[in-house]
């Protein structure tokens, strides 16, 4: 499975913004530390939004918070804001298997892997993703045995 540079971005965005906690982040100087463009790191933040995870203060002193505690905010939550649910080709459009009638089991498989992704996303909470960081665990820290 790949990981797309938007959904990696948006998982950098929560943790930079949960990291500040509860002092507003700026969206250029998000897309500076991130290095990307001003124009995408909104787009992101637009679909963050979306979702509930992120809001935005405006004014001088204003920025990115959080929508909800980082307690309560998982990876999980930011994969499906940004990649939405799994959706899989249908097997009469797509020719998945027509030759050895795979198509179901591969619809399966998938949908499985998946599943067992988000899984493991949805157990970790922003805080934990932070404080794996600030320990040098890396981003899953004791979450994955």
Do not use: K
């Amino acid at each position: 499975m790949q990981v797309t540079a938007r959904l990696d971005y948006a998982l950098q965005t929560m943790l930079a913004v949960a990291e500040a906690r509860g002092e507003p982040t700026s969206t250029a100087a998000l897309a500076d530390r991130l290095d990307i463009s001003y124009h995408y790191l909104l787009s992101v933040v637009g679909e963050l939004r979306r979702a509930g995870l992120l809001r935005v203060r405006r004014g001088a002193a204003g920025g990115l918070l959080l929508a909800r505690p980082p307690e309560e905010i998982t990876l999980g939550d930011v994969v499906v804001a940004v990649d939405g649910p799994l959706v899989l080709p249908d097997h009469e459009a797509a020719d998945l298997g027509r030759a050895g009638g795979c198509s179901e089991y591969l619809r399966e498989l998938w949908l499985s892997a998946h599943r067992a992704m988000l899984a493991v996303f949805s157990e970790i909470p922003l805080t934990q993703a932070r404080a794996a960081l600030e320990n040098d665990q890396g981003a899953l820290g004791a979450a994955v045995p």
